[in-house]
């Protein structure tokens, strides 16, 4: 990777919500914008609660949970590529061809410089020698721009404001059904990651995740970088049963996902050994594709089939 892409996926990695407050835009649908929902877990973070045309409380709604809210409905928002998911409109024309359920979408921002912290699987990271994590906090989290700066690994808190928060609140003022079948959550890159690692921990929570340039490096490169191995090593042991869960993977292979394809393919071993199979569980391959939101929002539609189809 050349020292320009390596800038513009940290760039893209480091995401800023801090400084953007104001109410995204849609095209489809309306957009409940919570500012800073409060949580005694992490920091509290923007949440856009996006409704289809015609929501209607009398009939019920799955619920698809997304990480870096800011990038799905607004490219004016949180995105330094001034790109974004399009995700109210594939939603909308989705639902509109009668292809997935009726779903809303519940979207949280990132911290920002926590969102590393936030969105790293942290029990396969705590598994690591006492040594050898705190150098990789000391080498890694010593100035502003690092991955873990001022930060140690929090995922599990971040899931518990999710789930113990988050998720009460949106059952209990919309109407939503409220079980794993009818629960999804959705990320890129390090939301990938995270969305896998919250379906392992919360099974009996959510019956799907979509994991899309899932980024099993944690770090920006595979040198001496021991994350992938823990992270295997905890699916190994945790990946959700298979006869009630369903997973989506996908990658490309250009700019930081140049990284991923042997890491992938380690990834669909342990799926096939857990008993998954083309009925729950899909990798795809995007040969040419970068890792952005446009190339992200171009194969929106693929995730979406898979967890919400009819």
Not at 93 to 112: P, R, T
Not at 160 to 165: A, C, D
Request: hydrophobic fraction near 35%; proline fraction near 7%.
């Amino acid at each position: 990777m050349n020292t320009r892409t390596f800038l513009k996926t940290l760039l893209f990695c480091c995401l800023v919500s801090s400084a953007f407050s104001q109410k995204p835009v849609v095209t489809e649908g309306i957009i409940v914008h919570l500012e800073k929902f409060p949580t005694k877990y992490v920091e509290p973070r923007n949440v856009d609660i996006w409704l289809p045309r015609g929501y209607d409380s009398p009939q019920r709604y799955d619920v698809l949970y997304v990480h870096d809210g800011q990038v799905m409905f607004d490219p004016g928002l949180g995105s330094l590529s001034k790109e974004e998911w399009g995700l109210d409109e594939m939603m909308s024309k989705l639902m509109a061809q009668k292809k997935i359920k009726n779903s809303i979408v519940v979207a949280i921002w990132n911290s920002g410089e926590g969102r590393r912290a936030d969105y790293t699987p942290q029990k396969p990271t705590e598994s690591l020698p006492q040594p050898l994590l705190e150098g990789l906090y000391n080498q890694y989290g010593a100035k502003p721009g690092d991955p873990f700066y001022n930060r140690k690994v929090r995922s599990d808190a971040y899931l518990k404001f999710i789930v113990s928060e988050l998720k009460p609140y949106i059952d209990s003022h919309y109407a939503t059904y409220h079980s794993p079948k009818h629960t999804h959550i959705m990320g890129s890159s390090m939301g990938g990651l995270i969305s896998l690692y919250a379906i392992c921990e919360y099974p009996e929570i959510f019956g799907s995740a979509a994991c899309l340039s899932t980024h099993w490096p944690v770090l920006f490169s595979m040198e001496k970088n021991p994350f992938p191995n823990a992270i295997f090593e905890y699916l190994k042991k945790k990946l959700p049963d298979s006869k009630s869960h369903r997973i989506y993977f996908d990658y490309g292979d250009k700019t930081l996902d140049a990284l991923y394809p042997p890491l992938q393919k380690r990834a669909d071993v342990l799926m096939k050994k857990a008993g998954y199979t083309s009925a729950n569980w899909k990798t795809r391959f995007f040969p040419g594709e970068e890792h952005s939101e446009r190339a992200w929002k171009k194969r929106l539609d693929v995730p979406l089939l898979f967890m919400l189809s009819r």
